[in-house]
């Protein structure tokens, strides 16, 4: 898959590295600001099993 991608980017090794980084850069702000924020509901972080008594 990234070989198919470096191959359809255009202009030289600079370029496609250029281009590349911003890909990069926009994949991981379009998921820390739509898919983690609409993700995070679902996730069961918040459900603590560990009682406060403990084993005594």
């Known amino acids: 898959m990234y070989g198919w991608i470096w191959r359809h980017l255009p202009g030289n090794s600079w370029v496609r590295a250029v281009i590349s980084l911003g890909l ?20 069961p972080f918040n459900e603590v099993t560990v009682d406060e008594g403990g084993a005594g």
Request: glycine letters at 0%; hydrophobic letters at 70%.
């Open 24 to 43: 990069v850069l926009l994949v991981v702000y379009l998921l820390f600001q739509y898919i983690f924020p609409w993700a995070e509901p679902l996730l």
